[in-house]
C-alpha cells in the first residue's frame, strides 16, 4: 500500500496468457528449440536494456537495478542451461520448458517464509512472461488515453514503466505484498495503491468510476456524490499538509526549545536514492545493503556493490551515510548462504554471524565500501552483535581488509565502526561495548523481540510485540547514558523511531538523532518541532515507572493529544 488518495477511471490492464498444455509434445529437432530460445533470451536482453533506458529517462535511474538483475538471470549460463536440458533431454518444445523452469524457480521462491522472497517470485513470473511474448511475437496493451487507476492481477516493474506516468492516477492488484516491487514502486513514485486485493482485478472493468485510499487499503467502485466530494476534500488536505511537511523538512529540526535533531533515512533499495533531499533527510542512518543481496539471483560481486555504495556517497555529499553491512538469516536467507534449516532462525546463523563465517563475502563488501569511501562520509554498522569478542574480530577482518586494498595502491579513508543495539546483550552492557565501537544504532525491531521473547514475523502472537514494552524501554535508556557518558554517538533506526508515541520518550530520554523510513522523515520531523525537551523529559521518567505496554501508550497518547489536539499527522 502507498498512502495517498486516487480517484477516476479504472483501466483494466490484461497479460497474455497462452495455453501451455498446447505445447507439452516431444519434439524431433531439440536443436532448433534451442536456437529458438536463445534467440528469445537476446530478444529480451535487448528489450529489457531499451525499458531500462525508457525508465531511466522518465524515472532517472531509481529503477534499473530491477531491470538490471532480470537481465542478469537471462545471462546466468547455469540457469539458461537448464532450460536447455529440458529442451534436449526431455525433448519438450522451447515454450514449455521455460515454463516449466521458470515455474519451478517460481514456486521456490514463493514458498519461502519471508515475504520479501515471496514477493520476488513476481519477477520472476514477469521475466517469464516477457521471454513467452517474445518467443509468440506478442505484446501487451499499454495504452492509457485518460489518466486512469489501473487495476491488475499483479503489476510488474516493466509494465509500470511502460504506462505513460502522467496518466497514472493509482494502481490496484490481486497480488503483491508490501515488499513486491509493484508496491515499492508505487512508493517511491509516491502513487497511492492498494496492493493484495484479493480477486478485485477480476471484477472491476475498464472505465468504472473507483475511489482507491492508499491510507486505509479501501477501494470504493461506483462511489456516491456525498463520498466523492468527502473524498476530494481529503484528498486536497492531505496534499497540502504532505506537501507543507516536505517543505518544512528542508529546514533544520529544532525542539520548541531550541535544541537541534537529525532525522535520516533508513533505506534499503537502491532506487530510493532518488527521494532522499525531497523528504528531506537529514543522512542515512541505516542502508539495509542485504536489500542488493536479495534482489538478485546471485551475490552481486565487489564491483557492482562498490558502484551502488558509491553512487549513495555521492549522493550524501557532506551527510553522513551509515551502511549496514549484511544482515542475512532469521527471516532475510539467499540460497547461496543458507544453512541447513534451523530451529530457531532469529537465534541462529545471522547477521554478523554470518559475516564472521563467511570471511569472504564479509571482505568482499567491505573492499567495496573502503573503495567507495572517497568522500569520507561512509560508517560502517554491524548486526546482530551479541558479545564484544564479534567486534574484536570485525575490526581485525576490517584492517585486514585496509591493509590488502594499501597494498594494491587504494588509498582509504578512515571508517567509523557501529554496532546495533538488538540484542539485549549490547543494551544491558552498553559500558562494555561502548569501548570498543564509534557509534550504537538502536534497532527497536529486533530489541523488541528478543527482549520480550516475540518472534517479530509471528502473526498469532502479533499483539505481544509491543516496542513501546516499559523493558524496551529501559533498555533504551541504559544504551543512552553509556553512550553518553563514553562519548560516542547513538541513534535510533528501528520502526520505533517513527511511531508518533514513541517520539516524545525519545527526545525525553535524550536521543537527537533519528532514521525512519524515508517517507516518514517529514512527519517525523514536524512531531519533533511541536515538542519542548523538558516536557519529554517528564514523561519519559513517567513512561518508565509504567508496569505495561498498554499504560505506556495510554499516557504517551495523552500527552500527543494535549500538545497536538486533533492534528491529523499524528495518527
Ligand atoms: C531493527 O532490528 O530494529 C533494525 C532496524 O534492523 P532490521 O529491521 O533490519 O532487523
Ligand atoms: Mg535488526
Redesign the pocket.
Known sequence: MAPGIAMGPAFKFKKITFDIEEYKFRITDPESEISIFLEACDKTIEQLKETKQFSIKIYSDQFSEIFESQIELLQDSFFLSEIEAVIKKQKRPAVYAVHQVFKNKKEYFSNLDSPYFRDRAFDIQDLKQRVLNTIFGVAPDYQLNIPSIIFARELTPSDTVHFNRNFILGFVTDQGGKTSHAAIMANALQIPSVVNHNQLAEVINTGDFVIVDGHSGKLIIHPDQVTVDEYKSRMEKSESLSLQLKQEAQEKCLTLDGEEVRVMA?VEFAEEMHDLETFGADGIG?F?TEGLFLEGQKLPGEEKQFEVYKRFSEKMGSKIFTLRTI?LG?DKLISEYQAASEQNPFLGWRGIRVCLDEPSLFKTQLRAVMRANEKGNIRVLL?MISCVDEIHESRRIIEETRKELQNEGVATQPLKIGI?V?TPSVAVLADQYARYVDFFSI?????TQYTLAVDRTNTKIARLFNDLHPAVLRLIRQSIEQAKSHGIEISI???LAADPKAIPALLGLGLRTFSVSLYMVPKVKRIIRGLAVSDCSEIASNLLECPTAKEVIARSVEFLERKFSGAEFIN
Open positions: 533508513n541505516l539495509r544482515d532469521g548486526p546495533m538488538e534497532g527497536t525491531n529486533d530489541l533506526c528501528g520502526e
